[in-house]
């Protein structure tokens, strides 16, 4: 084997091992040239504390689709539809399955735990509803979508060639846990039910064929928490106006302080939405990809070795 086969496959592009490499420089390289920029623009609203989680949360997300356009620019010379980001992927129908999927896979579990009073509604603060609902919109959104570009874009598209779907489905889901480790309350449940929730948004990449409504659907999930619900979102809480909703059930159902998604009802709720996904006309491709639909790979089908 020649020194440079340790690096470059037969196909002539870098191994997925070296790609992946690539990939993270070139979004920390976005990241440096966004950071400087914005503290340069926005640099006294960018200190406020009210104002870090929006400014990083945009900062991070641009410097993710910087990462993704070099790389399929200059290293895999294929357009966003290889990363299921094409004109296609944004088709509506879609999006609203994405969307309607996110929202009910944890909004019925949550109503039903009010129901059964495991929930309960305390008041708050007057405020404005729609003002806090938009607030948490410009928000939530954009760090819904860095965490779609960094677990199931490229990555999830470089692993997919390489080992097959079900492999890339549960690495980048177990590093999508593991990012939320760090979050306030974390304990093994809620991790876990992350690590769930990582496999119930690929699927739902992976039977649409859209990271748009993967991202739908993952920012109906934390909005619905949220701006409807007003509870916390892995860990995390937000002001919310009038009304807040905490709660006084078994932690392992309720998921405690960490909020719904941490518990076993949102775990039914995601599981119902795979089922969907699995069980309608137009069935997923489970762990391929389906003829014509645009991947990584060669045109001609040759995968490195």
């Not at 420089?25 to 966004?34: D, E």
């Not at 920029?37 to 609203?45: E, N, P, Q």
């Not at 579990?109 to 919109?137: D, F, H, K, Q, Y």
């Not at 775990?267 to 699995?278: E, K, P, R």
Request: glycine share 12%; with cysteine; proline share 6%.
């Amino acid at each position: 084997m020649k020194a440079r086969d340790l690096f470059v496959g037969a196909d002539g592009r870098p191994r997925w091992g070296w790609r992946l490499l690539l990939f993270v420089l070139a979004c920390l390289a976005s990241m440096v040239v966004l950071s400087a920029i914005a503290y340069a623009v926005y640099g006294d609203r960018m200190r406020r504390t009210d104002q870090q989680l929006l400014f990083s949360s945009w900062i991070v997300m641009l410097a993710l689709l910087g990462g993704h356009a070099l790389m399929l620019r200059l290293v895999e010379r294929r357009g966003w539809g290889a990363v299921s980001m094409g004109r296609d992927a944004l088709r509506p129908g879609a999006l609203v399955v994405g969307a309607l999927l996110g929202a009910l896979a944890i909004g019925v579990p949550a109503a039903l735990l009010l129901v059964t009073r495991w929930l309960r509604v305390e008041p708050a603060a007057p405020g404005s509803w729609g003002g806090a609902a938009m607030s948490l919109a410009v928000t939530l959104a954009p760090a819904a979508l860095w965490e779609e570009l960094a677990f199931r874009g490229y990555p999830f598209q470089v692993l997919r060639e390489r080992f097959g779907a079900v492999t890339a489905l549960g690495v980048t889901s177990v590093l999508f846990g593991l990012l939320h480790a760090q979050n306030p309350g974390a304990a093994p449940l809620p991790i876990l039910i992350v690590v769930a929730a990582g496999f119930f948004l690929g699927a739902v990449l992976l039977a649409t064929r859209s990271l748009y409504a993967a991202w739908a659907a993952h920012f109906a999930w934390n909005w619905t928490m949220s701006a409807l619900f007003h509870m916390a979102v892995s860990g995390g809480g937000f002001p919310t106006p009038d009304y807040r909703v905490v709660e006084v059930g078994p932690d392992w159902l309720t998921g405690g302080a960490w909020g719904p998604e941490g518990g076993l009802a949102a775990l039914l709720g995601m599981s119902a939405g795979v089922w969907y996904l699995w069980a309608r006309p137009r069935r997923w491709t489970r762990v391929a990809a389906s003829p014509g639909e645009p991947t990584l790979a060669r045109p001609d089908g040759r995968e490195e070795s």
